[in-house]
């Protein structure tokens, strides 16, 4: 079982058509492996070499074998599940965009989706009913998406600095730019977008004497503000990192 799943795994995560990511038959040009930095000490290494060759976008070609039992009387140094893990592990840390960004993107996307639709008022979907309560997860489903594209820029730019990922051309360009500057610009706008309306929701409040309010109508008034507040926040001090 654990074969196929890595094999069919990697092959999505690394843009590969291999039948076996585990067969130990395999020759190679000795200049062009030695210049992948291959670092990992347990059985993963059969993984890191593919994943790596890929990445790089070395030329690959599968020959078809024929696979004899050994013989031996002893048993194998596989142990499934250690093992197992190990391949997976590390084919994750090479797939920061499968960890962070994809999942990021799709968190963020949905999130913005939902507050436009709910911001104006309540929305009828048939038979369910969505209002502020809906909004509020919109919300944190945005704020929590871009952490982790956080996540992911920092992942990626720590596996660039230790030789275990190639940087692409557009991330590059942009950490040889001013990211800092820009960083706390964005920032900054985003934090002043966000007070505009938390301040006018307390204003509504301060209107009923600071007593009960319809939280309906605050809440789609605070629900966006805090939400670029605490963005504003986050891409403040995550451009320090």
Not at 74 to 85: I, V, Y
Not at 143 to 162: D, E, K, M, P, Y
Not at 228 to 239: D, E, K, R, T, Y
Request: with cysteine; aromatic share 10%; proline share 6%.
């Amino acid at each position: 079982v654990g074969n196929p799943v890595l094999t069919t795994l990697g092959n999505l995560l690394f843009g590969t058509r291999l039948s076996d990511y585990h067969c130990g038959m395999r020759g190679f040009d000795r200049d062009a492996i030695l210049q992948l930095g291959l670092c990992t000490p347990g059985m993963e290494f059969a993984t890191e070499m593919i994943a790596k060759a890929a990445l790089h976008n070395l030329k690959m070609v599968e020959v078809p074998i024929v696979y004899h039992p050994d013989g031996r009387s002893r048993l194998p140094h596989l142990r499934t599940w250690h093992d197992g893990w190990r391949h997976l592990r590390f084919m994750l840390l090479l797939s920061p965009a499968w960890v962070f960004l994809y999942p990021g993107l799709a968190l963020v996307i949905a999130g913005i989706i939902g507050m436009i639709l709910l911001v104006p008022g309540p929305l009828q979907i048939g038979g369910i009913g969505l209002d502020v309560h809906t909004l509020l997860v919109a919300g944190v489903s945005v704020i929590i998406g871009v952490q982790v594209l956080t996540f992911w820029l920092c992942a990626r730019l720590f596996a660039s600095n230790i030789g275990l990922l190639p940087l692409p051309r557009a991330l590059n360009q942009f950490v040889r730019g001013a990211p800092l500057g820009t960083g706390l610009i964005v920032g900054g706008l985003l934090f002043v977008i966000g007070l505009l309306p938390t301040l006018l929701s307390f204003q509504m409040w301060s209107a009923v004497q600071f007593g009960p309010l319809d939280y309906r109508l605050a809440l789609r008034l605070l629900i966006p503000g805090l939400v670029a507040l605490a963005l504003g926040i986050h891409v403040f001090f995550a451009s320090f990192i």
